[in-house]
């Protein structure tokens, strides 16, 4: 069976020839290495070669225009998931670069991102703060369009990397939804006081809310059948804002945004982080198809995928929940034994993706990471059958 029918039977809710995997990120280049992919020369080269040309900016915007290249850039990350099994690669639609600055970029979104390295020379991409000191910084931004060149090219570059690999891998489009892009290019602080001026928060909201929506319109219509939308929600403890906010500014957009993509023939899989207790109900309402990663390291023991699936099983694919920090320094066999039971109690029938509870970082070791791949081969094949 093909990635493409593996992922989608299991969306489904029906039982493929294994359980599929997906991480929404592989930053390890140790673990790469072990695999026998030379990680990320190319986009470490191509980012130290940009930031020293002169019109820099002029020229890596081309360059995320240009589906050859975005394509090329995608191949090995794209086979070291084929060679471990994983069934998913995403191609990034939204916050692409926009403006250099030094030791990173600003991005589409006003996001200040910064390059650093891990110690075995892994390219680390974090989120430094707001662009933005207010919202009338926000009202001169030139606002991201769903039409422009680079939106269409990050997509069919990653389906032409997929049919190279005949359909071991099915390239899906991640996109930013309307919370993190919305608070991220301001910072914590200043958005916070937004949210106290109704006027200016819906329109951020808005902003980000059509984007989203069109995206998919064009994704569906092109054949997209699964998009991952970016859009965390949480904190350890909590959501970012009241429950009420997220029923004024989020959720009617993404109710319109899963109706678009079913009405498209399309499914949508949620990426948020956080404690999402308080949030569930409503996001289980609003149509989404998969969500990603059910945090497991929240401060709330009740936020916890065993029991959120004894109520929501049949409504939705839940994806991920191996904590990062485990896959980091903790004892194989505990890892062993969650991972078992993660297949054991979520896989049967279908509506489960074997995943980390975020992605695999850095600090995620080899024997740790093998230790998960020994139980997904021996115990992820249809039928389950899993010793208690």
Sequence with gaps: MDAPTRVMKALDHE?????????????????????????????KDGYE?????????????????????????????????RRVKIDIGLSYVTHTYRKGIEGGYIDEFGRV??????????LILGYRGGHFKSFEDYEKWKQPSPHEKR??????AGKEV?????????????IGGM?????????????????????QAKRVFDDRGELALELVKILSERGAELILIWDDYGFKNGPFMSPRNFETYVWPWLRRICDAAHKGGSKIMLHSDGDLMMLFEDIVKCGIDAIHPIEPTTANPEYDIFKLAEKYGDKITFVGNLSPTLLATGEISEIKDYSVRLIRELAPGGGYFFSS????????????????????????????????
């Excluded at 020839?17 to 929404?24: I, K, L």
């Excluded at 991102?113 to 892994?122: A, H, L, N, S």
């Excluded at 939106?151 to 069919?156: G, H, S």
């Excluded at 695999?360 to 059958?385: K, L, N």
């Design 151 to 156: 939106r269409l090219a990050a997509y069919q």
């Design 113 to 122: 991102m910064q390059v650093d390295y891990y110690e075995d020379g892994t």
């Design 357 to 388: 509870g975020h992605s695999i970082v850095p600090s995620a070791t080899v024997d740790r990471w093998e230790a998960v791949m020994e139980v997904r081969e021996m115990y992820g094949t249809y039928p389950i059958s899993v010793p208690d």
């Design 162 to 174: 997929q049919d190279q690999m005949k359909n071991e891998i099915l390239s899906v489009p991640a």
């Design 179 to 199: 919370m993190e892009p919305a608070w991220e290019p301001f910072g914590i602080e200043l958005f916070s006081r937004i949210l106290a001026r109704p006027k």
């Design 15 to 43: 039982e493929p020839d294994r359980v599929p995997a997906f991480e929404s990120a592989f930053t390890n280049n140790t673990i790469m290495k072990h695999y026998g992919i030379e990680p990320g020369a190319g986009i």
């Design 49 to 81: 070669a940009i930031k020293r040309l002169p019109g820099k900016d002029r020229l890596a915007n081309m360059a995320f225009s240009n589906k050859k290249w975005l394509a090329k850039g995608l191949v090995d990350g794209y086979e070291l998931l």
